[in-house]
């Protein structure tokens, strides 16, 4: 039989996939129609799934291209450049084509990207049915879900997809908490399994957030310090050199900037790749828990199969 979804439906899946307008919190629009549409709509809930996966995950792509970007820049361009300015003798066009190489690459991924999401909500405004490559087969596929059946989707590949998208948005940055909030928030009452894995994922983030808060509080301070010694030395000393305790000052809050450079260098690494392998365990339907906080947290909430195990 074949269902056709109402004007209502038809809006909200639209709201869904345009939500990555909102680019960083794109997610949380996807994750907030999902929630409140999920048992009313399967068309919507479906497509709300689709939207929150394809701007979470797509910014784990992001990354990757930035970096063969930067290597395909460094093997191409450069090289290229160097052709042109010698065939120019103009020194000043060269490292501009660098440049342009580097982002034109990257604004026309970015516009790929939204312009993918764009198509979808003007299909889900049209009433048709929209599958991103990869992500909407591999859902239809194991949720199940048919645009011609009335059958349900399954609740337990449902939601292990979300807990697998709360802890995808760690890539997010400062805005990535917010999405696994909203589902804390809304299906705490319903799934012990999101409630568990989404906790996780806020206080994840979290800790994440205020290490930065306060790295970067540290390094501005360092930076601004350093600088004003610099400057006070200057004017004061004899000779341009900087000696006694000015000196001293320069020293450390060098040192603290290199500190907190090699800290960023070593730990971002291993934050991001842990997130996403939280990720693949959830989706996967398996059990995950974060070293230290995923104990701490089960003693907390009350240690149960429920948290271990699928729905």
């Known amino acids: 039989m074949n269902v056709t979804p109402t004007s209502d439906e038809?809006?909200?899946?639209?709201?869904?996939?345009?939500?990555?307008?909102?680019?960083?919190l794109g997610p949380v629009v996807s994750v907030g129609v999902w929630a409140f549409q999920r048992k009313k709509s399967k068309y919507v809930c479906f497509h709300a799934l689709?939207?929150?996966?394809?701007?979470?995950?797509m910014f784990w792509l992001w990354i990757v291209?930035?970096?063969?970007?930067?290597?395909?820049?460094?093997?191409?361009?450069?090289?290229?450049?160097?052709?042109i300015m010698e065939e120019s003798r103009d020194t000043m066009f060269a490292p501009f084509v660098f440049q342009m190489f580097i982002f034109m690459s990257i604004f026309g991924f970015?516009?790929?990207?939204?312009?993918?999401?764009?198509?979808?909500?003007?299909?889900?405004?049209?009433?048709?049915?929209?599958?991103?490559?990869?992500?909407?087969?591999w859902l239809e596929q194991h949720l199940p879900?048919?645009?011609?059946?009335?059958?349900?989707?399954?609740e337990t590949q449902e939601e292990n997809w979300v807990a697998g998208i709360c802890h995808a948005t760690a890539i997010l940055q400062l805005w990535g908490i917010v999405t696994p909030l909203l589902v804390w928030f809304t299906q705490k009452e319903r799934s012990a399994r999101l409630r568990f894995q989404s906790m996780q994922a806020v206080v994840y983030q979290g800790i994440a957030l205020v290490?930065?808060?306060?790295?970067?509080?540290?390094?501005?301070?360092?930076?601004?310090?350093?600088?004003?010694?610099?400057?006070a030395a200057g004017t004061m000393s004899e000779g341009g050199e900087i000696q006694g305790p000015a000196g001293l000052l320069i020293l450390i809050f060098f040192g603290v900037i290199m500190i907190i450079w090699l800290v960023i260098m070593l730990l971002a690494?291993?934050?991001?790749?842990?997130?996403?392998?939280?990720?693949?365990?959830?989706?996967?339907?398996?059990?995950?828990?974060?070293?230290?906080?995923?104990?701490?947290?089960?003693?907390?909430?009350g240690r149960s199969r429920e948290l271990e195990l699928t729905p």
């Open 145 to 154: 879900y048919n645009v011609d059946s009335e059958s349900e989707i399954d």
């Open 110 to 137: 970015m516009g790929l990207f939204f312009i993918i999401g764009i198509v979808a909500a003007v299909y889900c405004l049209l009433g048709r049915h929209f599958r991103y490559p990869v992500i909407g087969k």
């Open 50 to 57: 689709q939207a929150m996966g394809y701007q979470a995950l």
């Open 211 to 231: 290490a930065y808060i306060v790295g970067m509080a540290l390094y501005m301070l360092s930076f601004f310090g350093m600088f004003f010694m610099l400057f």
């Open 10 to 24: 038809k809006v909200m899946a639209a709201l869904a996939h345009g939500s990555i307008f909102l680019a960083f």
């Open 65 to 83: 291209v930035m970096i063969l970007i930067m290597v395909l820049a460094m093997c191409l361009a450069f090289p290229l450049s160097m052709v």
């Open 269 to 301: 690494p291993i934050y991001y790749l842990l997130a996403g392998f939280a990720a693949i365990r959830t989706i996967q339907g398996r059990p995950f828990r974060y070293p230290i906080i995923g104990r701490i947290l089960e003693k907390r909430m």
